[in-house]
């Protein structure tokens, strides 16, 4: 899967975690759950607290160090914030249609020219 269909995956991806998160988060706040002892109530969810915590991190590293090896917009940090405060299920997702997106750019306006482009 190349283009364009892969970045609509991507996008429609984001956008399921998007939603996903913020029901449950919306459902945790109206009944006064305690959201961060929620995580580590028990060992299953300390267990998978963990898992998504480091993958979260590894993700926003990730982010950062591709958008910048790509040449991508410095607003790439904007990402790291707000996959805490909003879900990496969404930032992540939508990282990598901006960056498919920005791959795409650059396969046209290569062929376009004909000339690679310069590394940043």
């Not at 984001?14 to 449950?24: E, K, N, S």
């Not at 969810?45 to 917009?73: L, Q, T, Y």
């Not at 410095?74 to 901006?98: C, D, K, M």
């Not at 997106?101 to 650059?106: A, Q, R, S």
Request: glycine share 8%; charged share 10%.
């Amino acid at each position: 899967m190349e283009g364009r269909p892969v970045r609509l995956v991507y996008l429609i991806l984001g956008l399921i975690g998007l939603v996903g998160t913020w029901f449950f988060n919306l459902r945790s706040m109206a009944a006064g759950e305690n959201y961060l002892a929620g995580w580590f109530a028990n060992a299953a969810a300390s267990s998978a607290a963990v898992d998504v915590i480091v993958v979260a991190v590894v993700a926003c590293v990730f982010m950062v160090v591709e958008g910048h090896r790509r040449g991508m917009s410095r607003a790439v940090w904007l990402l790291v914030p707000l996959s805490f405060a909003v879900a990496i299920a969404f930032t992540f997702p939508l990282f990598l249609a901006w960056r498919e997106h920005h791959l795409l750019k650059i396969a046209t306006d290569t062929a376009a020219t004909g000339r690679q482009p310069v590394a940043p």
